[in-house]
């Protein structure tokens, strides 16, 4: 039994309402086709130019740096391969060592010192003061500061000639600290730097976590009579606990990853971390390794070691957050 033909008031055939595809005209078709593609592909297209710039700058050279870290390359030369003996030739070398050392104790007095002024800046510029805006904008000079420009001053200032720091102490009535050739005040000089420019950087964020804290848990806190310091260590800080962290994350990738600073401070003995390697870091020895000594291989193997100790520190780190909060309940 065939189905009958829907006809419009004029007698016109109408398009049939099981297969309306079929009926249409072959533009409107081949439109309708265009709109449901766009439609499902032009999300992808829209992400896609950053994938493509991940994988030509990010995951390409990840990949191929650990590529080399396998075998022996040098400048000009073909690779070589290796194996696993770049690292086993870095477990045997105590400039290694040393560097990693360096890294370590650049990354903690620099660190701590830092976030602990940004959480007490921030603390005091959450409450409402004349200036405040001002003084937010002030904090934050140091991190729009450029490396180059800030080093060379803390340079000139730690110079154990005739640097500020020296006459200070010589007014105080200690002997000149030899800032740049002893290992602890040439980190100490370092420290200081990195201290110096991100301090306002973090006490900003500080500050943002810590204006989204209910201002009912401060009412009810000063009603039970806790003064602003108990305030700050029973409210604001657990509060802020996540910001806190991210922190710490960030700036222990900072620290792994720290160059310009040493190698600036440290001048013609920069790339080195001075006389001695008394603040070599291991992005120091890395560059060392692959543009003065053109030893790639290394310096790749370098670069994949640094990796794997920022992912085991932030796996250490989850794993703290996980065993605290299974604690809490």
Same mark, same amino acid.
């Given at each position: ?52 710039? $991940? ?107 005739? %640097? ?64 602003? $310091? ?43 971390? %001075? ?55």
């Amino acid at each position: 039994m065939s189905t009958p033909t829907r006809v419009a008031a004029d007698g016109a055939p109408l398009p049939s309402a099981t297969h309306p595809s079929r009926s249409l005209p072959p533009e409107r078709s081949r439109r309708r086709r265009l709109h449901r593609w766009d439609a499902k592909a032009a999300p992808y297209v829209f992400v896609a130019p950053f994938f493509l710039c $991940f994988a030509a700058f990010g995951l390409f050279p990840l990949v191929y740096t650990g590529w080399l870290s396998l075998h022996r390359v040098e400048l000009g030369g073909e690779a070589r391969w290796l194996g696993l003996r770049n690292y086993t030739d870095l477990w045997d070398s105590g400039f290694f060592w040393n560097a990693l050392g360096n890294t370590f104790t650049i990354g903690v007095i620099s660190t701590v010192p830092q976030l602990l002024l940004a959480l007490g800046l921030a603390h005091l510029l959450n409450y409402r003061m004349r200036g405040r805006g001002f003084l937010r904008v002030a904090v934050l000079a140091p991190y729009a500061t450029s490396i180059a420009a800030a080093t060379l001053v803390f340079a000139q200032l730690f110079n154990s000639d005739y %640097g500020l720091i020296n006459t200070v102490l010589g007014w105080a009535g200690f002997h000149p600290v030899d800032w740049e050739s002893s290992k602890w005040p040439a980190q100490i000089a370092i420290s200081a730097i990195v201290t110096w420019r991100w301090t306002g950087y973090n006490a900003l964020i500080y500050l943002a976590a810590m204006q989204a804290v209910p201002q009912e848990l401060y009412e009810a806190a000063a009603i039970d009579g806790a003064s602003r $310091f108990r305030q700050f260590l029973s409210v604001t800080v657990p509060s802020i606990r996540p910001t806190i962290l991210f922190t710490i994350v960030v700036s222990t990738i900072g620290a792994t990853q720290l160059f310009g600073e040493p190698m600036l401070f440290g001048g013609s003995l920069g790339v080195s971390g %001075g006389s001695g390697n008394q603040f070599q870091t291991l992005s120091l020895l890395m560059y060392e390794k692959g543009w003065v000594t053109g030893a790639l291989g290394q310096a790749s193997a370098i670069a994949w070691v640094m990796l794997l100790l920022l992912l085991s520190a932030g796996a250490v780190q989850t794993l703290a957050v996980r065993v605290r909060r299974r604690r809490r309940l």
